[in-house]
């Protein structure tokens, strides 16, 4: 188990690079519409979908920009409530011609 993330060349399937403590327990990484942003879910302490060894500490997601590799920032929207994890995310854009 790691809290690093790893990002693979999907043509050669190499590892290009590893980028160190995207947080506890990293799970599940979805891309903003634009591509300028990854944002990779953080497994809560009480997974509600079965037990298992990916426990976290940190129920939420961090926020990383692709260019630089940087982490943007921790968003903790269930801080204090054991019962939360995060187990998936969707980005939608919004806009002109996005919802609203």
Do not use: C, Q
């Not at 050669?12 to 634009?34: A, Q």
């Not at 920032?73 to 980005?91: K, Q, T, Y």
């Amino acid at each position: 188990m790691t809290s690093n993330a790893v990002i693979i060349d999907t043509r050669t399937h190499e590892v290009i690079e590893e980028i160190e403590w995207v947080g506890k327990t990293p799970d599940i990484v979805s891309m903003s519409p634009d591509g300028r942003h990854a944002y990779i879910t953080l497994r809560g302490p009480n997974p509600v979908t079965m037990p298992h060894v990916a426990v976290g500490e940190t129920p939420g997601f961090s926020v990383f920009d692709i260019a630089t590799r940087e982490k943007l920032r921790l968003v903790e929207p269930a801080r204090g409530n054991p019962a939360s994890d995060f187990h998936g995310i969707a980005v939608r854009p919004l806009g002109a011609n996005g919802p609203r």
